[in-house]
């Protein structure tokens, strides 16, 4: 009944964005109550799954451990997301930047992009879950165009063909997968029971429809070489959907190649699966991390940023044993730091006007608070200690010092690599004081309550683990 | 009921595949569109050959779904695209004529290669068949690569989804008819959103040549 709730509050307040479109407070307020009630019902899900396992509400929608760790990051950045956006939109609509009629549009794609999200998530059928992904494209094509700007048009065109063209090739690997399905006619397949007949799968076929889906969600994930929409899509979406996009987008499309390793795996052992995404990892860390050394663009230095983090979390899975349970605790961290880091670079976009690093100087001066909720997030996502991704970094990378060494030095020097840029172009931003120094200006609290919100519990998480989440994590690795 | 045979299957696979060589080959986005809309068709006759021979009424509201959505609606939204940008010119590319034909022999002969034999394992009797498929599918996606206009890259993801589909039918590995209105939905969707983006190209670009979106290049 709850998961019933999750499905529908996301769809009614879709219809009601219309009804309300006239008032920005009321629609901002309505998306996020919406969302906070959304994640009060997923939280109640997740601690059921911690207590009983599956939650099972139909053939259709089970949710598991790594579903539940999916929706809570979902619909806790969701909602960090849609309070923020109050005071984001408020003040582009103030400054004419965004015509006040579009604003309605906004939180209704919003709502539809969070659900398209849920139900690649809840879904138990593997086709279901690539409509849902598809669903994720088209939803936020809109999102991404929204400030009606040629390069925002034109990023929005690169990241709704590339997915396209991705998705295409995974909906091709997604119906190999189901080939002994449906030559056995099981009729409605789910996950579960791939897994079960794995070994009556062709190895051979399994590889190549493994290689297609791993590309073709690769794509929306942002694995280097299919990465190219990302930086365009994300640097030039508004910043709460850059937040969500970068948060937890990208960690619903891993899901994806999960739920397939996890069938592969039972066929052709986890060898084959492993290798792949230990080289995808190591080429986005890598490439990542040179293009993030020598950024201009600090919002696009974010979204390198992920595409580094997703290939960090690619290496744990494949080189697995406790890697696994680190990446998928990297994927917490992640979701947490790149939305405090995309909704502070919010703030600093709408006091500086632009998202090149030499426009931004004595943001430390100019927004005091945002300057340090940003520097803790850049302290967070380069693996400073005591932040967690320091400690699940350095869990992925002593699993594979004994393995594969090689990788392992080059994931090191890139990990460097990336601090050293980061710390370049953020104290040059912070510190930094030039003619473009703007004067300390009244930080609004709806732009800073939000990114507070994620400051606090991933400082919190950081130091403590909950004996409920540490439970989903240890069960939801289990298979990888 | 007439049962297709693997010399028929490959005769219908063989013609797709060429409407995807013309689509490379023919500069005019009228022919490109009717070209869709002349391989939407087939695919569309091969669901109601389907329908049929499961008796399934929901498989043949499929069909019809399929016919309407890629035969009639998506080229009547392309054609309301040229009309309204009066686009009748001609479409360009980055490779030449002879060389755009060396790599389509390219990939076609890697269709044909060792790398995907295995999949042959899905219908043996149909090999040829769902080899050319796999051959129509990579050159369904150097279309997309190869092409500077916006309507053609629309129409090379359109083909691509055609050439998956004729996959998976000489493949028999077709989803439930429920699964496949979602996908059908999607694909309408996918339409509408895309003729959308192409109009605001149009409208801040003054072209639907993608050569010309240089915006995001760094400063």
């Known amino acids: ?380 996502i380069t693996g400073i200690p005591p932040f967690g991704i320091f400690f699940t970094e350095f869990s992925i990378l002593s699993v594979g010092i004994g393995t594969h060494p090689f990788v392992i030095i080059l994931a090191l020097f890139s990990l460097v690599l990336v601090f050293a840029g980061f710390l370049t172009h953020v104290s040059s931003m912070m510190f930094g004081e030039n003619e473009n120094s703007k004067e300390v200006g009244k930080e609004n609290v709806w732009t800073i309550l939000p990114i507070f919100i994620l400051v606090v519990i991933l400082i919190i998480l950081s130091f403590y683990l909950p004996s409920d989440l540490l439970s989903l994590l240890q069960s939801a690795g289990i298979g990888y | 009921m007439l049962y297709l045979t693997p010399q028929f299957l490959f005769f219908i696979e063989t013609i797709l595949f060429i409407s995807v060589i013309f689509m490379h080959l023919n500069k005019k986005n009228l022919t490109i569109i009717f070209l869709y809309a002349f391989q939407s068709l087939i695919i569309s006759g091969v669901l109601f050959y389907s329908a049929f021979k499961e008796d399934s009424l929901l498989l043949v509201v499929v069909a019809l779904m399929t016919f309407l959505v890629k035969v009639l609606i998506a080229p009547y939204f392309f054609l309301n695209l040229i009309r309204k940008n009066r686009l009748n010119f001609s479409v360009t590319s980055y490779l030449n004529s002879p060389l755009t034909l060396l790599v389509l022999s390219f990939l076609t002969a890697m269709s044909y290669s060792h790398f995907f034999k295995p999949l042959t394992v899905l219908s043996p009797l149909n090999e040829n068949a769902l080899l050319l498929a796999l051959g129509m599918i990579f050159i369904s996606i150097f279309l997309i690569i190869n092409r500077k206009g916006v309507l053609s890259q629309m129409i090379g993801i359109l083909s691509m989804e055609n050439a998956i589909v004729s996959f998976s039918f000489i493949a028999g590995l077709e989803a439930t008819a429920g699964l496949q209105m979602g996908i059908l939905f999607d694909i309408l969707v996918w339409v509408i959103i895309a003729i959308v983006f192409a109009s605001m190209i149009y409208k801040f670009f003054g072209s639907l040549d993608t050569s010309e979106l240089r915006q995001l290049k760094e400063k």
């Open chain 1, 1 to 380: 009944m709850i998961l019933l709730f999750v499905i529908t509050i996301p769809i009614i307040m879709f219809m009601f964005s219309f009804l309300i479109r006239k008032n920005l407070m009321a629609l901002g307020f309505a998306s996020t109550i919406a969302l906070i009630f959304e994640f009060v019902n997923v939280l109640i899900i997740s601690l059921y799954v911690v207590r009983f396992g599956n939650y099972v509400f139909n053939k259709y929608f089970v949710i598991d451990s790594i579903g539940a760790i999916m929706l809570v990051l979902v619909s806790l950045v969701g909602m960090a997301a849609s309070c923020y956006s109050i005071g984001y939109l408020k003040k582009e609509v103030e400054k004419e930047n965004v015509p006040f009629n579009k604003i309605w549009k906004y939180f209704a794609l919003l709502q539809l992009f969070v659900l398209a999200m849920i139900l690649a998530i809840i879904t138990t059928n593997p086709i279901l879950m690539w409509i849902s992904i598809e669903a994720t494209t088209l939803s936020t094509a809109f999102l991404i165009s929204f400030y009606n700007k040629s390069s925002a048009i034109e990023s929005a065109w690169k990241y709704l063909i590339i997915n396209s063209v991705g998705l295409l090739i995974g909906f091709l690997g997604t119906l190999l997968f189901l080939y002994p399905a449906t030559q056995n006619g099981f009729g409605f397949i789910s996950w579960d029971m791939l897994a079960i007949n794995a070994l009556t799968f062709n190895p051979a076929i399994l590889k190549i429809a493994f290689v297609l889906v791993l590309v073709g969600f690769g794509t929306k994930v942002g694995f280097v070489p299919m990465h190219t929409w990302l930086p365009d899509a994300h640097s030039k979406a508004p910043a709460p959907i850059s937040g969500l996009l970068s948060g937890v987008l990208l960690n619903v499309a891993f899901l994806a190649i999960l739920r397939f390793k996890n069938v592969a795996d039972a066929s052709i052992g986890k060898e084959f699966s492993n290798s792949l995404l230990i080289f995808f990892g190591i080429l986005s860390i890598v490439v990542a991390s040179f293009i993030i050394f020598i950024q201009k663009n600090y919002k696009r230095m974010l979204a390198y940023s992920s595409i580094e983090h997703m290939g960090i979390a690619a290496l744990g899975f494949g080189l697995g044993g406790s890697g696994v349970f680190a990446a998928l605790l990297h994927m917490i961290y992640h979701s947490l730091s790149k939305s405090i880091l995309f909704l502070s670079s919010g703030n600093i976009f709408l006091k500086y006007e632009s998202t090149k690093i030499k426009n931004i100087k004595g943001v430390v001066h100019s927004l005091p608070v945002t300057a340090i909720l940003f520097i803790i997030g850049f302290l967070s």
